[in-house]
């Protein structure tokens, strides 16, 4: 089973940007798809960014454009640039390895992490 640390979250104002980063523990991690979903309070866990194996990347519409995320397999870790951040950013923020894909939607069944808090001011 992978086990994910996540980090860098914060508080930040409104058009700022920070940096997660997740490292994930197991041999896997190269050649599975990762993940990062969010939570905010009284909301369902969403997916925001997908990146493959092979570093294919996609976005969920309220992040294009200013959320990027990459990986690093040779320290088996995934990252979220996030920039021009809103106050409906907020949220903890969860890593995802590996993440499944079946049917055009991509999936986690596997155990989150803590996540990291990221608060974003007016």
């Known amino acids: 089973q992978v086990q994910v640390v996540e980090s860098g979250g914060g508080l930040v104002q409104a058009g700022g940007s920070l940096r997660l980063s997740c490292a994930a523990s197991?041999?896997?991690?190269?050649?599975?798809?990762a993940g990062w979903y969010r939570q905010a309070p009284g909301k369902l866990r969403e997916l925001v960014a997908a990146?493959?194996?092979?570093?294919?990347?996609n976005y969920a519409d309220s992040v294009k454009g200013r959320f990027t995320i990459s990986r690093d397999n040779a320290k088996n870790t995934v990252y979220l640039q996030m920039n021009s951040l809103k106050p409906e950013d907020t949220a903890v923020y969860y890593c995802?390895?590996?993440?499944?894909?079946?049917?055009?939607?991509?999936?986690?069944?596997?155990?989150w992490g803590q996540g990291t808090q990221v608060t974003v001011s007016s």
């Open positions: 995802a390895v590996p993440l499944g894909y079946y049917s055009g939607s991509y999936y986690y069944i596997g155990n």
């Open positions: 197991g041999s896997i991690f190269s050649i599975n798809a």
């Open positions: 990146i493959t194996s092979g570093g294919s990347t």
